[in-house]
Every structure is written in C-alpha cells, then in structure tokens.
C-alpha cells in the first residue's frame, strides 16, 4: 500500500463501523431515552459490562458451534498473553457479572452496549453493532416471559413502528428436548441426502440449527420435520400455555413458528423474535428467549433467566422505512449576537445556560450579517443582539428567527425570565 493510500485508509472508520454525529445522535439519545423509559416502567436498572472478556466466557456459554463465536467473535491475546474477544451478544456479560457479584435474585437489568461482529456488512449489519436489551435471572414464573416481550413489544411501539411479527416457539427442556432431538436426528438421516452440504454434515452435532437453515434444501425437508410443540414435557407444555395466556390478556399477537431457534446454545423454553417485512426482505428487530442452563454452564448455581437483544441501526433502519421516529436535531433557544467587544455575548450566555435556557453565541468578533447567519443555521428561535446602543440603555433586542421576525427590546435583567414564558407558552411555529 502507498503512503498515501494508507493515510486515506486512517480517515476512514473501519470497515463495518460507523460514526455517529451531534445532530444525528439526538435521534439516538430520544431512542436510549425511550428505552430506558420503558425498562424503569417494568423494575429494571442500567447494567454496563467490560467490552472485552475472557474469550471462554462466551466459547462455553454461547457455544463454538454458533456463528456468533465459531465464526465470526473478534479474538486476540492481550498484552499480558490472556485470549480475549469483544464481546459478539449481550447475555454471557451479563450472567458473568451477575455471578461476580451475587445480587439477591431477582435480578433485572437493562443495557446499551457495542456488540462485534466480524461479519459481512450490509445494510443493517455492522461488524460494531448497537443493541439495547434486557435480561432477567432468578424467575422461571412463565408470567414474566410475557413481561419480557411485553416491554419488547412496548419499546417497538413507542418508536412508531408497525406491523411487525412476534414468532414464538419453545425449545423445551433438558427433560424433554434430548428426546425430541433424537427424533430429529433420525428425521433428518432418513433425509440427509435433501440437505445442504454443511448440515448434512452436521445432523448428529446440532439438528436444530437444520430448522434455521436459510437454504431451499433444508427449508423443504424442516416442512415435515417432527415439531417440537409435540414432543414438550407436561411443564414445559404448561410453561407455553401460560405464555400464550398471557400474551392474549395483554392483546399481543403472535405467530408459531416451528423454525425459530435461535443461534444460541443456552436458550430454553421460550424463544422469540420480532420481525419486519420490508417489502425486499425481512429485518429482525429483537430477538430473544429463556436460558434456564446459562448459569449452570458457566459455573454458578443452577439460576433461571430470559432476556431479548435488539439491534439499534436495525431498529432505526425500519423507522427510516416506515417514515417514523424522525427526531429532529436539537436546537439551542436563543443566539446571541454580540457586536461588541463579545464580553456581554459572554456573560448573557453563561446567565442562560445557568437559568436552563439552551444557548450559543458566535466567536471572534464577526460581522453582525454573518452571526446572524451562524444564529439561522444553529435552529435557534431567538437571536438576542447586544450593540453599542443596547450596551448603553442596559437592554438586548431580541428577534424571532422563525415566523414573522418580530422584534423588541428587552431590559438586560430580564431577558432570562422572558426566555423562561418563552419556553413553556409559545407554542412550536408561532410567534
Ligand atoms: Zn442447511
Ligand atoms: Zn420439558
């Protein structure tokens, strides 16, 4: 690579990744709020794990045989010679720190967190992704699966978002799913040369995955692959009625959906995703399950949880599709435009942003014309001009950016409770 080639190469983010910009990010603050909103409604608090951890943290509780970590986790030796990886999902970090600090169950916590994936990028995947979700450990009451999906459901509906689907499926247990992978197995060796080529290969290590599997091969023959639903232990059968009663009392509509199970080796009992129809294809926006055997995996006492992940860039792909949740960038209340010598620009302004009032000023002693056109360009709705003759008479003259450009002159004092009525009583785009 050319020297120059290599310096454009350091002014790029890296491939996969993004960045995020003030005026853009205002839609990302009003969504973080919006979420963590809802969490608070439902008992939850704000849980922040390392980026990085123990890269067998999520060998053994994600499992090797997922794409998420046999294929595509960010690996590397730290400087001390330790195996890392960044981390690819949310859970395992969330369990692991549970079980660092043994908090008395229930435990209920939300997150907003980069998650990394080495993975092709394509709209609505990055290879640093953003995912807000939940997780709960220490309840195995099928009541707060519906609370579960019920805050899913909320946040996606709070953002704008219509007509997507709840699929459900349960995964059952380890008193009943060893069975039912038996019957799969045999299923699928009795159809093994109709599969594709890796799964084929693969019936006896993990036949679930053959449901998932996107190839036209392996969708035919799942079609009569037995069903899960069949084969489910008395409490594993009651857990899913409870869910589904739960889900019609809240008026949350859900579809069946034999196939869905999930990339995740610790999901138990209830397994869901919300997806979207975009017409060219379908977006998952959340996606999630109960992971009785997590704990016990990693080590700690034998703890039930569930929890969901949903992807932000996805989330908002969707909203930029059905044209909602458009935020717009925040815009400061007043400019002020000094002509001056700027030191009453520079008290005027510390004075508001301390009585709350959102405020910006130009610097560097400016033309009046061309801080008047910074003022247009911030979205402020005021500009507050101090002059010679306003400096003189202890007043400011304030002009409405927006409407009729009404303007009036206002005692020095009392520019800050006028901007205070302001805020409250004018209402958006009158004067
Ligand atoms: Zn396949
Ligand atoms: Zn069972």
């Given at each position: 690579?050319?020297d120059?080639a ?11 990744t993004?960045d995020?910009?003030p ?7 009003a ?5 963590a ?16 951890e ?22 590397f030796e730290d ?7 960044l ?10 720190a549970?079980?660092q600090a ?18 092709r990028p394509?709209a ?8 807000v979700?939940i ?12 609370e ?7 946040y996606?509906?709070g ?8 699929r ?19 299923y ?9 080529d890796?799964?084929?290969a ?14 036209e ?11 899960m ?10 857990h ?15 579809f ?8 995740l ?8 995703e919300?997806?979207l129809?975009?017409g ?8 999630g399950?109960?992971?009785d055997g997590?704990?016990?995996v990693?080590?700690?006492p ?10 932000i860039e996805?989330v908002?792909l ?6 909602v ?5 925040r815009s400061?209340?007043a400019?002020?435009i ?21 405020t910006?000023?130009?610097y560097g ?5 061309s801080q008047?056109?910074?003022?247009d ?29 009404e303007q009036?002159?206002?005692?020095r004092?009392e ?5 205070s ?11």
């Amino acid at each position: 690579m050319s020297d120059d080639a290599a310096s454009l190469e350091l002014l790029r983010a890296p491939v996969g990744t993004h960045d995020l910009l003030p005026g853009a990010s205002d839609r990302w603050v009003a969504l973080l709020g919006l979420f963590a909103n809802h969490a608070h409604l439902y008992g939850y608090g704000l849980i922040q794990t390392p980026l990085f951890e123990d890269v067998r943290l999520f060998k053994r509780g994600v499992g090797t045989e997922t794409e998420v970590v046999g294929k595509e986790m960010y690996e590397f030796e730290d400087r001390g010679g330790r195996a890392m990886a960044l981390r690819p999902e949310g859970t395992a970090s969330v369990v692991r720190a549970f079980l660092q600090a043994r908090p008395t169950p229930p435990f209920r916590a939300w997150y907003a967190a980069p998650i990394f994936r080495y993975e092709r990028p394509q709209a609505g995947r990055y290879r640093q992704h953003h995912q807000v979700g939940i997780e709960v450990l220490g309840i195995s009451d099928p009541d707060v699966d519906v609370e579960v999906l019920g805050l899913g459901i909320d946040y996606l509906t709070g953002l704008g978002l219509q007509g997507f689907t709840l699929r459900l499926n349960t995964l059952g247990d380890s008193a009943c799913r060893p069975q039912y992978l038996e019957e799969l197995r045999a299923y699928f060796h009795d159809h093994a040369p109709e599969l594709c080529d890796e799964h084929a290969a693969k019936i006896d290590r993990n036949p679930l995955r053959i449901l998932d599997c996107k190839t036209e091969s392996c969708r035919a023959v799942s079609v009569g692959a037995p069903s899960m639903l069949d084969a489910l232990c008395v409490d594993c059968g009651t857990h899913f009625e409870r869910v589904k009663e739960g889900l019609d009392a809240r008026g949350i509509a859900y579809f069946l959906d034999q196939r869905l199970v999930r990339g995740l080796d610790y999901y138990t009992r209830t397994a869901f995703e919300v997806t979207l129809d975009l017409g060219d294809g379908e977006l998952t926006l959340l996606g999630g399950g109960r992971y009785d055997g997590l704990v016990e995996v990693l080590g700690g006492p034998s703890t039930p949880g569930i929890g969901f992940g949903s992807g932000i860039e996805r989330v908002l792909l969707a909203c930029d599709r059905q044209g909602v949740f458009a935020v717009p960038p925040r815009s400061p209340l007043a400019y002020v435009i000094d002509t001056t010598d700027g030191r009453a620009a520079r008290d005027l302004v510390a004075e508001l942003r301390a009585g709350g009032i959102a405020t910006e000023r130009a610097y560097g002693n400016r033309s009046m014309k061309s801080q008047f056109k910074t003022a247009d360009r911030s979205g402020a709705r005021f500009a507050l001009v101090v002059g010679e003759r306003e400096l003189e008479s202890g007043t400011v003259t304030i002009r409405d950016l927006r409407g009729d450009g009404e303007q009036l002159v206002v005692l020095r004092a009392e520019v800050l409770s006028f901007l205070s009525n302001r805020t409250i009583t004018t209402p958006e785009g009158s004067s």
